[in-house]
């Protein structure tokens, strides 16, 4: 029998970049050494929302989840010796893609590079933003024009590029079904084709080429059969569309093209090594099946609940992808589900309930309108709801969180300090003076860039027109212009989006039933309300800073509100001082800040400062996020009045724990509560 050949394994990334450009540079130089088949730039949250990192709302988020990209020196020191046109670099921005496209592309010709073979990924999904990730800046009509104008430019001048990478992943992540995955992804993708087709820039024999560039990026959580035939009905809807609404006749641009990052969402703090057999799960739902693999896969780590990953437990996520790619024999075969009764049905019914859905989408005027009226924030807020009360009723099961929870003492996290990357706080103050620095020497000798103020006028013009903006953006790239001066310059034609919260239209998801755990909560709210004399307990949610993860401040929000709360919540992005603000004027009976980022330990104690100026000293405020056992003590003891960290499921218990602290704070004897 004559040996097959082996099919070429996938891309394998490692979603990378903290601390500075020197630093993330020397970590993609390691990475590629050890055998990393593209980068995968991690932008942190100033960069990806349009700040410098001398803005207020950038403080304690420089460096932190990514890598802080603020001018044209910044990217050619992030990729100095890293030859661009053999590359292909991933990156994961959206609201400033544009922008970010611009200085990657400025590096390559100064690194002498033919920009017609540069590949690679520019997220550029703001859809995804707006419903779950959080770090949009305009609003959705001007956001749609920079994805067109920036799709339309690289079709033209850099074919090789994807310049979208439409992204389920993070919708998975805010509670999304499998269905509501598929629809909501293909329906941003006909929102971004209809609105390229229209834009007058793409010639009509030149359409195939455009639906050749999308690609998408899915999410694969652990029910690894379930989210295998979802990839296969992704692919039969993509080509369904593309076919009959495109009218694309060459299969191979219709073919769906996905990248992957295995679920984040099912990651646990408790028993953190089982994430280890989670993340080879939902890497085989994505690789077992030829006709449906992913062309490239990036594993989160397994200590990603507790904190940032270091170098070492990326290495071992990279090496899970290595052991399948060339020790199993998993690449030798054809698909090995074709002919399965049991994956055709279910494909044929994902497949089926999609369609329907898109409908209804499409019905409501589409992905953009869907945004705008709430429609879609909503359906995930619930869907979400209804996934955390089956965790706490124990109806889903989470191995070593609601059943299995006995456990040996963990080598891996004996030290929790050392168990994760932790980034200098001193990075911060570094990165800003080297910004300073770039603002007053930008027009000297070596670089010589030529006043920024022209580019910025040309591109605010252009703005206001209908010229693509992309070469108006190069322009203000090579004039070096920071990235928070050409938002800015946006900001001021376009204006700015805040999302709707899908908080105030979620359904109940818990019941509240005499004996239930919601109803002895609601029995406390409504107890220490009337001891207070109040008509109703006023809480207010609050996420400062730029971490737009809200999917966990919406859950609180939501049950706070089923346990008889007033809810205040504003949603993202607001300063202390804005919270401290509402805190005042709403006369709140409690605060909860909610941060995944890491820069709790300068926001949280900014907040309690500005309470005391306030005179609101006596308002209990709790966090909740990501935060590391130390810096939970060092909350506390700044007087922070309770911590909560992923570990802590059970939300009805954390409201009643919430209660406590109110209750606490004005000197009411604590409730019994009947075991």
Known sequence: MTERQKDRPWLMRTYAGHSTAEASNELYRRNLAKGQTGLSVAFDLPTQTGYDPDHILARGEVGRVGVPVSHLGDMRRLFQDIPLEQMNTSMTINATAMWLLALYQVVAEEQGADITKLQGTTQNDIVKEYLSRGTHVFPPGPSLRLTTDMITYTVNHIPKWNPINICSYHLQEAGATPVQEVAYAMSTAIAVLDAVFASGQIAEDRKGEVVARISFFVNAGVRFIEEMCKMRAFGRIWDKITRERYGIEDAKQRRFRYGVQ??????????????????????????????????????????????????????????????????????????????????????????????????????????????????????????????????????????????????????????????????????????????????????????????????????????????????????????????????????????????????????????????????LVRGKVARTAKDLGVGKLRFLVGKPGLDGHSNGAEQIAVRARDAGFEVVYQGIRLTPEEIVAAAVAEDVHGVGLSILSGSHAQLVPDVLERLREAGAADIPVIAGGIIPNADAEQLRAAGVAAVFTPKDFDITGIIGRIVDEIRKANKLDPLEVPA
């Open 262 to 519: 295995v679920n984040s969402l099912g990651l646990t703090e408790a028993q953190p090594e089982n994430n280890i057999q989670r993340i080879v799960l939902e890497m085989l739902a994505v690789t077992l099946s030829k006709d449906a693999r992913a062309r490239a896969v990036q594993l989160p780590a397994w200590n990603e609940a507790l904190g940032l990953p270091r170098p070492w437990d990326q290495q071992w996520s990279l090496r899970m992808q290595q052991v399948l790619a060339y020790e199993s024999d998993l690449l030798e075969y054809a698909d090995i589900f074709e002919g399965s009764h049991v994956i055709e049905a279910k494909v044929a019914s994902l497949v089926e309930e999609s369609l329907a859905e898109i409908d209804r989408i499409q019905e409501m005027g589409g992905a953009m309108a869907a945004v705008e009226s709430g429609y879609l924030k909503s359906q995930l807020v619930s869907s979400h709801a209804e996934r955390r009360a089956r965790i706490e009723s124990g109806r889903e099961k989470i191995v070593g969180v609601n059943i299995f929870e006995s456990t040996e003492p963990n080598p891996l996290t004996a030290d929790l300090d050392a168990a994760i990357q932790t980034v200098d706080p001193a990075v911060e103050a570094r990165v800003i003076s080297a910004l300073q620095h770039w603002r007053d020497t930008r027009y000297q000798p070596p670089f010589n860039h030529p006043r920024p103020c022209k580019a910025l006028e040309r591109l605010k013009e252009a703005a206001k027109g209908t010229d693509n903006l992309m070469e108006a953006t190069l322009e203000c790239a090579r004039a070096g212009v920071t990235t928070g001066e050409w938002s800015g310059a946006l900001r001021e034609v376009f204006g700015e989006f805040r999302a709707p919260t899908g908080v105030s239209s979620a359904p109940v998801a818990v019941t509240a039933e005499e004996g239930t755990a919601l109803a």
